[in-house]
């Protein structure tokens, strides 16, 4: 049988260059492997390697010197061998250093590896960076390391000098904004910091828009309540318009009927009289009179629709101008609707008490005393609002009872 020497140069070279492409995949095969961590197919690739090189050696030996004493040993007994063991040796070796590389390519895409990891991370639009206390980086994705040539100018090389230029926590970097958090973690009993920089553009945005939302609809909230408050003054003009122009017809039938007397009638002229004195007093205090009346009977209906009794400790001072009694009334009616409400209250006594120039309104009833700090919202909440533009306050009491105290300043008696 012809043996490998015997050959022609063009087949040995072929068969060199077959030697020379199997070391190279066994050669990347234990590469990846141990980029992997996975060094057990780098073990097994070593001997094919190593075989394969023998065998490209020996053609290489052949090639240069031929069956001459130039040719080493191995070379000169392996080159008389039949050829046939050449073939069927790199076949072999081939098929073996094929099935490591094809594990290796198959392992990594089935398994977790760091490559896998690097991988997965450069992909998130996030930026990840974790290091240790000396602020050696031990891994970063590329999201991570544009944000920092973006910040400090330079790349990601010490991950506490990074950490104090991202110290606001929210930076803006180009058309984004970026929010930057870092902890401490633990791994293999070593304690590393990691940063996590995340898009918040998108939050940002529409958490200004919310807050510009929520102050408008404060503004409106709030002149929403005082066009509420208003509209009681409103009415109250109303009827004090309207009492005014009943008082006027009534002056001019007792101009008429004046007119119509007969002047030198004693008897028929006294009535007359008496109208003309009662009216002249009803024009200053008639549309007050009025009013009051009117609100009194609304707390009495509402009180009497609640099923509380009211017991009035006094009356209403006049010395208070129109909106200090518009004030008492509507504390009068936020009282009795809170005491009901919340109270489960049957009796509410109304007192007055003057201190010099100070004056002061109780509104007591015998309900539940609620427990903890009463805090004013809803109604109560209007009232200090409407109080505080006079000047007023709103106070409560709990000494054994449940006292709603409205207090006018000093020396304001007349608002």
């Known amino acids: ?176 904004i970026w929010r930057f958090t870092c902890r401490e973690i633990l791994f293999d009993g070593e304690r590393l910091h990691e940063m996590i920089a995340s898009d918040v553009t998108a939050e940002y945005t529409e958490t200004q828009v919310l807050e510009k939302d929520k102050a408008e609809l404060s503004r409106l909230n709030r002149e929403l309540r005082e066009y509420t408050l208003s509209i009681d003054d409103a009415v109250r003009r109303q009827e004090i318009l309207q009492a005014k122009v009943n008082i006027h017809d009534e002056m001019n039938r007792l101009m008429l009927s004046t007119m119509a007397a007969d002047g030198e009638d004693a008897a028929a002229l006294d009535p007359i009289f008496a109208l003309w004195e009662q009216n002249a007093l009803l024009v200053c205090m008639e549309a007050d009179e009025v009013a009051d009346t009117k609100a009194a009977a609304r707390i009495e209906k509402l009180a009497e629709a609640l099923k509380i009794r009211l017991i009035w400790r006094g009356t209403l001072p006049a010395a208070l101008s129109e909106k200090q009694r518009s004030l008492f009334f509507s504390a009068a009616q936020e009282a009795i609707a809170n005491a009901a409400k919340h109270a489960q209250a049957k009796t509410m006594e109304i007192s007055f008490q003057q201190t010099g120039a100070s004056f002061s309104c109780f509104f007591t009833n015998d309900g539940r005393i609620p427990d903890g700090e009463v805090r004013f919202t809803g109604g109560l909440a209007n009232l200090a609002l409407l109080a505080a533009k006079q000047g007023a306050r709103i106070c409560v009491h709990t000494d054994g009872t449940f006292s709603l105290s409205l207090q006018f300043p000093e020396n304001q008696p007349n608002g």
């Not at 073939?87 to 094809?102: D, E, G, R």
């Not at 544009?146 to 803006?172: D, E, K, M």
Request: with cysteine; glycine share 8%; proline share 4%.
């Open 1 to 176: 049988m012809t043996s490998l020497l015997t050959l022609s140069e063009l087949t040995r070279s072929y068969f060199s260059l077959w030697a020379l492409l199997l070391c190279l995949v066994c050669i990347f095969g234990i590469v990846l492997s141990v980029t992997q961590k996975r060094y057990r197919p780098a073990v097994f690739a070593l001997p094919a390697f190593a075989c394969g090189y023998l065998l490209w050696q020996v053609l290489f030996d052949l090639h240069l010197f031929g069956g001459t004493e130039g040719a080493s040993a191995v070379s000169r007994k392996l080159g008389g061998l039949p050829w046939l063991w050449c073939p069927a040796a790199l076949s072999v070796l081939t098929a073996a250093a094929l099935w490591i590389l094809l594990s290796v390519i198959r392992d990594e895409k089935r398994s977790v590896t760091p490559t896998a990891v690097k991988h997965c991370l450069d992909q998130m639009p996030c930026g990840v960076c974790c290091w240790r206390d000396s602020g050696r980086v031990l891994f970063s994705n590329i999201c991570m390391n544009r944000l920092c040539i973006a910040v400090t100018g330079s790349p990601l090389l010490n991950g506490n000098q990074f950490y104090q230029a991202a110290a606001g926590g929210i930076l803006t970097v180009g058309e984004k």
